[in-house]
């Protein structure tokens, strides 16, 4: 006896597709509804911008202003959002500032604890990613970031030391950043997009893309350095600048793609 077509079982699926359950779209902008540990996780990390903000808080970057300097693209509103977000998930606390008004956000416990979550999917792009870089990935802004955030402070001479970078092959996007400027001091390191007014005292001029090259250790400073890429000043100066910034070092090899915790 044949049975009629509409009387076969569907699949799951097709009964899914065709005819969703009340609970089938609740809270999907908000998570996965799922009780896996990994489902659970991701409902913090996997949300756009929230790697990149981890990323920043890794390095010690806490306030506001200069996490949204290390994610420039993010908007403030949203910025904002991810925040709060991490903070109501437990991954990071409000302090107030010790030196001045404002607060600072700090990773609790639970948030150290993607730190070598982090680490490893920095790792993984280092590997694995490298064939995927465009020409509008090589910001000029974020390369400096980058070394300010890599400068070994307590190496740094007892005076200021401010390096003018003259970028070439910038794409159009980011034009403006051609020249930029990093001050180096054992208080703190800075990057600034206009002439800060102070004498210079070490010239580096180059392609972006080698320079970014060296960054991600995909090539190393020695073979670069005073061919397509240089360091114009004092001797002295000149000489110790690639181990200040790390330019001598190769990321995932010599040094951790995020730092350890302090």
């Not at 569907?10 to 089938?24: D, G, I, R, T, V």
């Not at 390096?163 to 990093?182: D, I, M, N």
């Not at 600034?192 to 400073?221: M, Q």
């Not at 002295?236 to 001598?248: E, H, K, M, T």
């Amino acid at each position: 006896m044949a049975i009629a077509p509409e009387a076969l079982p569907a699949s799951l699926f097709f009964e899914l597709a065709s005819h969703p359950p009340k609970w089938f779209n609740r809270g999907m902008d908000n998570g996965y509804n799922q009780f896996c540990p990994i489902a659970k996780a991701s409902e913090v990390l996997a949300q756009r911008w929230m790697p990149l903000i981890l990323r920043e808080l890794m390095a010690d970057i806490r306030t506001f202003n200069d996490i949204h300097r290390g994610v420039p693209l993010i908007s403030r509103a949203v910025l904002v959002a991810r925040l709060r977000d991490l903070e109501h998930h437990g991954i990071i606390e409000r302090r107030a500032r010790q030196n001045g008004p404002g607060h600072e956000y700090w990773l609790t416990p639970a948030g150290e604890a993607f730190r070598p979550v982090v680490r490893e999917l920095g790792h993984w792009g280092l590997v694995h990613a490298r064939e995927a870089l465009t020409p509008d990935d090589l910001d000029p802004t974020f390369l400096l970031w980058g070394f300010r955030k890599r400068a070994i402070r307590d190496a740094l001479p007892d005076r200021r030391v401010v390096v003018q970078f003259e970028f070439s092959g910038v794409p159009a996007r980011w034009s403006k950043f051609r020249t930029l400027w990093l001050l180096l001091e054992r208080s703190a390191v800075d990057v600034c997009a206009k002439d800060p007014g102070h004498p210079v005292d070490l010239v580096c001029r180059g392609k972006i893309a080698d320079f970014v090259a060296v960054y991600l250790g995909h090539a190393l400073w020695r073979d670069m350095a005073g061919k397509t890429l240089s360091i114009e000043g004092d001797r002295n100066l000149a000489q110790s600048l690639p181990a200040w910034i790390r330019l001598d070092k190769v990321v995932g090899r010599d040094f951790p793609v995020v730092r350890p915790a302090a």
